[in-house]
DNA sequence: TGCATATTCAAATATTAGCTTGAATATGTG
DNA sequence: CACATATTCAAGCTAATATTTGAATATGCA
């Protein structure tokens, strides 16, 4: 085999993981799996897509064997092939935060479209809410809490907040956080908790984020 | 802004580098433009690609910001946008090889064919050549290795070696290095050493890796 | 100013990918 | 065994991309 030879070939298959990364659809669906493992169908329901079209991504993805689908009864289960893969991914979207001024323009958009003002700096936050200065607010579904969460933290589903604002303190400061900083989830919950009286912030990293800094996940219903 | 239009538009900026990462020949001009800057025709030389195809992945790379293009007199010269192109695609690579079956499928292929023996060991390679127990030989052209090489490693290009033997120790062990584990100077460089009586292995790492370690890189003539 | 060279652009073609629709497959259940 | 449901496959259309070729642009130098 000539170098030459030998070189496209390497570069090809590196090329199939670039490939598969080159979809918006099929990042939004890493993003989601950096929360736990899926099914077709709720994957395809949280992105807004066909199941039909949902399920090709999933299998591009799984030609670049970044993730993996196991069978469960009459389900298919997806995950991702390991957790080396989501700290890619992380690796990949903040490479694009800071190389693309374009994503920080289009997020300012829209938190200035919702009047809504981010928190400068994030070590910060991250230092209060490792070191349980603030009730830790969870707000994603509750099977994404006990797949994995920041210690300490409360679960309270985003659409059972409304009816269950009595069990977080008023005197305290609240952070509510979701699956990431394109999540919508924990925007909502402060708006909902400020308009009732609380003190509420957004920590706008993730589950994922959070294990990427070296830090401790709580699982099940651990603290 | 809905939330719907928010996502969708982040997802898809993150792919802009997505895509520019989905071709071998792109992958290839990245890889190079970490050994250093280059003009377009020398990239197109060394890839054996036309100049105007050349250019044109170069634009699609500038385009998702990873490399940046700067007049030189008659020149236009290529580098990466920041050392954190590099690091993302050196993490890239490693995905790739460790995801990706076929890599090392091609890899040893291609070695067993050149009846070549890797060595297993790459951390106690490192280490020898760190702690300069070794002769390390570096053997790409005379600008990459001024641009940055291994601390205490000697300069021979690959095409000056044969004449040049002389200035190499035979009484002790040569180990020899080039851009990395893709390129075949060093390969080269060890079969015309080996069969010169000399006692040489090949470090497969590049310079780049070796700045990833977090280990001194040294620039110029020094060391 | 005009020529030589390096690079980019534009047009054209072939290939590949994305999405939709409707059918096919596979599993669990009555 | 037949039915219901979850998932995948196949066909077809549209859109995007890779590559080549020839022309256009920009710079340095006489």
């Known amino acids: 085999m000539k170098p030459r030879v030998f070189k496209d070939a390497i570069y090809e298959q590196i090329a199939r993981i670039g490939k598969s990364l080159g979809s918006g659809p099929r990042l939004e669906i890493l993003d989601l799996l950096c ?5 077709v169908e709720v994957l395809a329901g949280q992105m807004g897509q ?16 970044l993730v993996e689908a196991e069978r469960e009864g ?3 289960r997806y995950r991702l092939a390991d957790s080396e893969v989501c700290a890619f991914f992380l690796t990949l979207r903040k490479l694009a935060e ?9 997020t300012r958009e829209f938190l200035e479209a919702r009047n809504t003002m981010e928190p400068v700096d994030r070590d910060l936050l991250v230092e209060r809410v490792r ?12 099977e994404e809490y006990l797949a994995g969460h920041i210690p300490g933290a409360v679960s309270i589903p985003l659409e059972q907040l409304e009816e269950r604002l009595a069990e977080l303190p008023s005197d305290r400061e609240i952070v509510a956080y979701c699956r990431g900083p394109y999540c919508v989830m924990a925007l909502d919950a402060t708006d909902t908790l400020q ?9 706008e990293e993730g589950i994922a984020d959070w294990r990427a800094r070296g830090l401790h996940v709580a699982v099940g219903s651990e603290g």
């Not at 929360?35 to 099914?39: F, M, N």
């Not at 800071?98 to 289009?106: A, G, H, K, T």
């Open 195 to 203: 308009s009732n009286g609380f003190e509420a912030t957004r920590f």
């Open 35 to 39: 929360q736990g493992p899926r099914t």
């Open 74 to 76: 009459v389900y298919v």
């Open 98 to 106: 800071s190389r693309l001024l374009e994503v920080d323009e289009i």
């Open 131 to 142: 070191s349980g200065k603030v009730t830790v607010l969870d707000v994603r579904p509750a």
């Open 50 to 65: 066909s199941v039909a079209n949902t399920s090709r991504h999933l299998q591009v993805l799984r030609g670049a064997r």
